[in-house]
């Protein structure tokens, strides 16, 4: 029988999600015997090829490459899970959504305290454009569950995980449903 | 029954209470917890966040601003109010920022336990996003405009148990939000860390200054009981 | 009492008698004589009134029609609803804004004119329709415009650059008709000014309420609470001075009975609040008139003043030493809820327009805490019509629940808009035929916070039992676009909340944004049952009338126009609401580069 299929990515957020589903400890070999990973940085594979079963997104939208990452796992995962507050509702790289763009660039890159000699803003047509804000992810496409926390414990993602592997829709106890 | 005793149900629970109470005090005496989130037990109720709307004789009322009648029937624990108090908690969470990762009220915030309470993952509405300027005037008081919900204690402590009049609203609709008396900010007034109004805010919109993370994450009112457990804690078993 | 070091600031306060209650006619005679009320007058006005600064700016940021920062010399408010727009208010508009070079909300470079748009003008009769100043224009064309901004350039003093003092300017289509279609006893002419006081003058004060009460008068502003029943409560209300208020802040979009009444029937209305005086044992009354009724100020003094020559107001009215009654007008300063009777009492109180909890209702604690009556300016016309002929002559029409006639302001797809009155009980369909408009698409009954009417429910009846009304008649021909009407009334909502509680103030701006995805074609089967969601939550959790019915035109199209919801539609499962292009744009401008058009 084939193991469902998990994906996984973090846009604009730490990695502090994915670190936290490492934290699920000696649960890892239960993970490995339950699902099979597909498209996710533990793997370091980088392109879906294949349709899956639950897909875990890390991270708000800050810029395109966000955006089109984001539509990738929508179109390719069954179930799409929010994972985090940056995913929810942008999180710390939210904090730039109360100033302006430009204002955030200019401080961080010309008139900011660390700034030593007068740097400019980076331009490189390789980057990828910066959003005015940082949107959740469930601005951009549907989303099936949120999972809140920065980052959620490791407890609240096994539940999450239990629960969607077992075809139930997650329901965290009190101790587990956390927004920090 | 006592002259000035009365009686009502809630939820099918019988409550025997004294003329000229709110219901919700009726209810916190009682040890029958009424979500709420403006209402404060020290304050006369301002009737603004609406959390605690319930079914009172087929009607939809606010129970910190109803007396209670003798003989009214009232409805608090239904799915219909609890997903009605669900949607006002989202749209305070999203009129607003409230970053609970590095917010200092965070397991203390009544918000956020609320949110906890109602089964709140994240808010679906979309973010206002708004930008208030902070105030930082005051020397042992921090004001962040972006975190108030416009629950008015703050107005109704400076008022009545402080005699200052320090806050008031300024603007309509949307737009409207916490003034500070005169033009100097909080420093300017006669503001005090002692203040009841400094102590009164249920969110980290009024905050005493070098306080915050006295009391580590994990150990705050919130982190392991509901809001409103002290409240249902006083429901006296029935006598034996 | 203090000097402010304002002579003209010093003069307000000691018209008032320096009482902060009256906070609204000083911030009034400030914003008139200086075209904003800055904040150095604020905190004189603090001080002259013995107040907090944040009390006074509490009441002052919350009315549209006070400004806290330099306008223009005038203010020029053009009137916007579904009804000034079908006949032409963008043209207007875009009319006004290519003739100044500037856009709404903004002022002139010359500093001549702001140029904003308002809610409801009470004219929607005649519109398009503008308030310049205290001065109406009606029935506005892009071709008047012109000659409008001529008139107010030549009324500029060349040597003071500010407008003459004195006299108003005479502007073209500054004229506003009374258009009385079909008029009936309310309506006429037969009885001299006065004759119902003598009437009810015969009677001890418990005989008159008597007699309203055998009349079964209903409230004529929409919620039909019987007037007897409301003047007694007062009356039982705790002893002592007790208040009369004359509710003249008509804001409901598409209704002008009161503007006809007040500036046609101003002495009919002044005899029932001298009746409810007499019958309530209050020694004076306030009628509450909004700010967009300004311009009927001095023939409303006018009245009053030829009321007191004749002895129908000041002491011993008609000769009967044992009662005296004053009467005095408190303007508003543009806000709808007002019209609401509590957050009316606190706007006359000095503060923000916001509406009280109740209980105490008040009949109770009203107006500076005293028992108070809040009535209608119809209501009070039909007092003084049921004095001068007898309840039974009033209750032998209409129907048993609602009995009398009623003014219904028709606006909209109609050969004749105008004031109409009926017996209560007639029919849609009969209202339609009167009006010429027998084939309408839909009818909004009682303004945005009444509910729409499709042609299948025409033979339903206005009547409290049925159809209540406040007598808003909005006529939509069959091809008009019923979302952008209901995202338009959405809008008017969002504008008009105080932002009091949750449910209103946020709930009206997220119904508002979501309508528009909705009238975009962007939303998803999805979106329309969270928008219904969303709309319920308001309706069932808001504190007062304006955010309990703020869903209504969304909720009875969606049940009765549910072929246009669908198809508007997105097919797709999921839409975002996000414009990602426009959102890369100030980036792409930072770095000189282009938004990505395409994403995926």
């Known amino acids: ?180 | 029954m006592p002259l000035g005793t009365l009686q009502f149900t809630i939820d099918g629970i019988t409550v025997q209470t004294q003329e000229g109470q709110s219901l919700i005090a009726a209810c916190d005496a009682a040890g029958l917890y009424i979500p709420r989130l403006c209402y404060h037990p020290d304050l006369r109720p301002a009737g603004n966040c609406r959390v605690c709307t319930c079914r009172i004789d087929g009607h939809q009322a606010a129970a910190c601003v109803t007396p209670v009648r003798d003989g009214m029937v009232v409805e608090n624990d239904t799915p219909q109010l609890n997903a009605d108090r669900l949607a006002l908690i989202e749209m305070m969470f999203v009129e607003g920022n409230h970053p609970c990762p590095y917010c200092v009220a965070s397991g203390d915030c009544e918000l956020q336990a609320l949110g906890y309470r109602l089964g709140m993952t994240a808010p679906v509405y979309p973010f206002f996003w708004p930008r208030h300027e902070i105030d930082a005037s005051h020397p042992d008081i921090f004001l962040d405009r972006e975190r108030c919900i416009a629950c008015s204690r703050c107005i109704e402590a400076s008022r009545m148990p402080d005699g200052k009049s320090v806050f008031s609203y300024e603007g309509r609709g949307i737009a409207m939000h916490l003034h500070v008396d005169g033009w100097g900010g909080l420093g300017a007034t006669q503001m005090a860390a002692i203040d009841k109004a400094a102590h009164v805010c249920p969110v980290a919109c009024i905050v005493i200054r070098r306080d915050g993370y006295r009391i580590p994450n994990g150990q705050r009112r919130f982190d392991k009981t509901p809001i409103g457990t002290d409240i249902e804690a006083r429901r006296k078993a029935p006598p034996s | 009492m203090a000097s402010t070091g304002d002579a003209f600031l010093d003069e307000q306060i000691a018209l008032v008698g320096a009482d902060r209650g009256r906070l609204m006619d000083v911030l009034r005679a400030v914003q008139t004589r200086y075209g904003h009320v800055s904040d150095a007058s604020a905190s004189a006005i603090a001080a002259g009134l013995g107040m907090h600064v944040g009390d006074v700016i509490d009441a002052l940021s919350f009315y549209a029609f006070f400004s806290r920062v330099p306008a223009g010399r005038f203010q020029i408010r053009l009137s916007r609803t579904p009804i000034s727009r079908i006949h032409g208010a963008d043209a207007v508009a875009h009319a006004f804004c290519q003739a100044l070079g500037i856009a709404m909300g903004e002022t002139s470079p010359d500093g001549l004119v702001t140029l904003n748009w308002t809610s409801d003008i009470g004219m929607a009769d005649q519109e398009p329709a503008a308030l310049v100043d205290d001065v109406v224009v009606t029935a506005l064309t892009p071709e008047v415009v012109p000659a409008i901004l001529a008139a107010l350039r030549a009324a500029i003093d060349a040597s003071t650059g500010i407008p003459s003092p004195g006299n108003r300017v005479p502007l073209p289509h500054a004229r506003v008709h009374p258009n009385v279609i079909q008029a009936g006893p309310l309506l006429s002419r037969a009885a001299r000014r006065g004759d119902g006081i003598r009437a009810a003058l015969l009677l001890p004060p418990e005989q008159v309420v008597a007699r309203i009460a055998a009349a079964r008068l209903r409230g004529r502003g929409g919620a039909g609470f019987p007037t007897a029943l409301k003047w007694r409560l007062c009356r039982n209300g705790p002893d002592g001075e007790r208040h009369i208020i004359c509710n003249a802040d008509e804001g409901e979009p598409g209704t002008f009975k009161d503007r006809v009444l007040l500036s046609d029937f101003a002495d009919l209305v002044f005899d029932g609040m001298t009746i409810a005086g007499y019958a309530l044992g209050a020694p004076s009354g306030v009628m509450y008139l909004r700010a967009e009724y300004a311009w009927m100020l001095p023939a409303l003094h006018d009245v009053l003043a030829a009321r007191r020559r004749l002895g129908l107001l000041g002491g011993a009215i008609c000769g009967h030493d044992a009662f005296g009654f004053e009467i005095r007008i408190q303007s508003g300063a543009g806000a709808y809820i007002c019209g609401e009777e509590s957050a009316l009492i606190e706007s006359l109180e000095g503060k923000r327009g916001a509406p009280r909890d109740r209980p105490p209702f008040p009949t109770e604690h009203g107006y500076r805490d005293r028992p108070t009556a809040v009535n209608n300016v119809e209501t009070l016309a039909c007092v003084a019509r049921i004095m001068e002929n007898g309840p039974e002559t009033f209750a032998a029409l209409g129907t048993r629940e609602s009995t009398g006639t009623k003014l219904m302001s028709l606006s909209g797809d109609c050969p004749h808009p105008g004031l109409y009155e009926v017996p209560f009980g007639i029919t849609l369909n009969g209202l339609l035929d009167l009006a010429g408009a027998p084939d309408a698409g839909f009818v909004q009954v009682g303004g945005p916070s009444g509910r729409s009417v499709a042609p299948k429910d025409f033979g339903r009846r206005l009547a409290y039992e049925d159809l209540s009304t406040g007598g808003s008649i909005m006529i939509f021909g069959p091809d008009r676009d019923v979302l952008d009407i209901v995202l338009q009334f959405a809008e008017f909502f969002a504008d008009e909340s105080c932002g009091w509680c949750t449910p209103c103030r946020v709930g009206t701006a997220l119904l508002r944004d979501q309508m528009a995805h909705v009238a975009a074609g962007r939303a998803t089967l999805r979106d329309i049952g969270a928008l219904e969601s969303l709309a319920g939550t308001v309706a069932r959790t808001s504190r007062c009338g304006l955010g309990q019915t703020a869903p209504n035109p969304i909720l009875s199209t969606m049940r009765d126009f549910p072929e246009r919801y669908e198809a508007r539609l997105h097919a797709a499962d999921f839409v975002s609401k996000i414009d990602l292009v426009a959102a890369q744009r100030e980036s792409a401008a930072l770095q000189g580069r282009h938004p990505v058009e395409e994403l995926f």
């Open chain 1, 1 to 180: 029988m084939t193991r469902p299929r998990l994906a996984t990515c973090s846009l604009t957020g730490c990695f502090g999600c994915h670190m936290s589903l490492l934290d699920i400890d000696e649960r890892l070999l239960d993970l490995a015997d339950l699902v099979e990973l597909d498209r996710s940085p533990f793997d370091d594979k980088k392109r879906f090829d294949r349709p899956v079963d639950i897909g875990f997104i890390e991270g708000g939208c800050s810029n395109t490459h966000n955006v089109h990452v984001l539509r990738q796992f929508r179109t390719h995962c069954r179930t799409l899970v929010s994972v985090g507050a940056c995913a929810l509702y942008g999180g710390v790289p939210a904090m730039r959504n109360v100033v302006t763009l430009r204002a955030c660039l200019e401080e961080a890159y010309q008139n900011g305290p660390t700034v030593t000699c007068g740097g400019h803003i980076p331009d490189d047509p390789e980057l990828p454009l910066l959003l005015d804000r940082v949107y959740p992810a469930h601005d951009i496409v549907r989303i099936d569950h949120f999972l809140p926390g920065c980052p959620p414990s490791a407890d609240a993602i096994w539940e999450t995980l239990r629960a969607l592997l077992t075809g139930q829709a997650p329901d965290l106890p009190y101790p587990l449903l956390k927004y920090e």
